[in-house]
T-cell receptor, first 113, second 112 residues
Framework: DAGVIQSPRHEVTEMGQEVTLRCKPI?????LFWYRQTMMRGLELLIY????????DSGMPEDRFSAKMPNASFSTLKIQPSEPRDSAVYFC???????????FGQGTRLTVV | QKEVEQNSGPLSVPEGAIASLNCTYS??????FFWYRQYSGKSPELIMS????GDKEDGRFTAQLNKASQYVSLLIRDSQPSDSATYLC????????????FGKGTHLIIQP
């Protein structure tokens, strides 16, 4: 298996623009997690899905953030409009038994200028 | 606020010695505990999981859990320069289906 695949690996955008991050989980995993990592706050859980259904989005910082999972093999995290404070590394992770044994993608480094 | 606390370091250990990394968590009802290793610029990689009190060994790694003290540790024996990384403690605070709460990590440096 290729593992969790995220795209793009790097994204530089101007403040106010829409940003879409993409994730393909490991085949057969029924949980998908979006995390954000910064030096100040570490790794923070933003939202997670079970069987394509959003279960907990309490970590989504603002209404500018939204996430979807239209099918078992694809999820998006969208920021609209983007702001400089959104600059971070965004990780997608998937697992088989909920939060146990979560496997991470390579991350998307987002820079908003 | 449910928290996972780690000393940020850096923790410097000579090659061949034992590195000891510690973590405390706030939610007494936490069920599952994990150690992830993260190299600079890379994604977190799961290296150990532990679910019950006591020790769990895997190669050079030993995870220790004390639920009464709300304390998790990771020991790395015969430390190698390749062990230099940030080690993240992660806790499943609700059990079952829930995301992990991570500490901010301890930066470990193994000195040749």
């Amino acid at each position: 298996d290729a593992g969790v695949i995220q795209s793009p690996r790097h994204e530089v955008t101007e403040m106010g623009q829409e940003v879409t991050l993409r994730c393909k989980p490991i085949s057969g995993h029924d949980y998908l997690f979006w995390y954000r990592q910064t030096m100040m706050r570490g790794l923070e859980l933003l939202i997670y899905f079970n069987n394509n259904v959003p279960i907990d989005d309490s970590g989504m910082p603002e209404d500018r953030f939204s996430a979807k999972m239209p099918n078992a093999s694809f999820s998006t995290l969208k920021i609209q409009p983007s702001e400089p404070r959104d600059s971070a590394v965004y990780f997608c992770a998937s697992s088989f038994w909920g939060a146990t044994e979560a496997f991470f993608g390579q991350g998307t480094r987002l820079t908003v200028v | 606020q449910k928290e996972v606390e780690q000393n940020s370091g850096p923790l410097s250990v000579p090659e061949g010695a034992i590195a000891s990394l510690n973590c405390t968590y706030s939610d007494r009802g936490s069920q599952s505990f994990f150690w992830y290793r993260q190299y600079s610029g890379k994604s977190p990689e799961l290296i150990m999981s532990i679910y019950s009190n006591g020790d769990k060994e895997d190669g050079r790694f030993t995870a220790q859990l004390n639920k009464a003290s709300q304390y998790v540790s990771l020991l790395i024996r015969d430390s190698q320069p390749s062990d230099s990384a940030t080690y993240l403690c992660a806790v499943n605070m609700k059990g079952g289906a829930d995301g992990l709460t991570f500490g901010k990590g301890t930066h470990l440096i193994i000195q040749p």
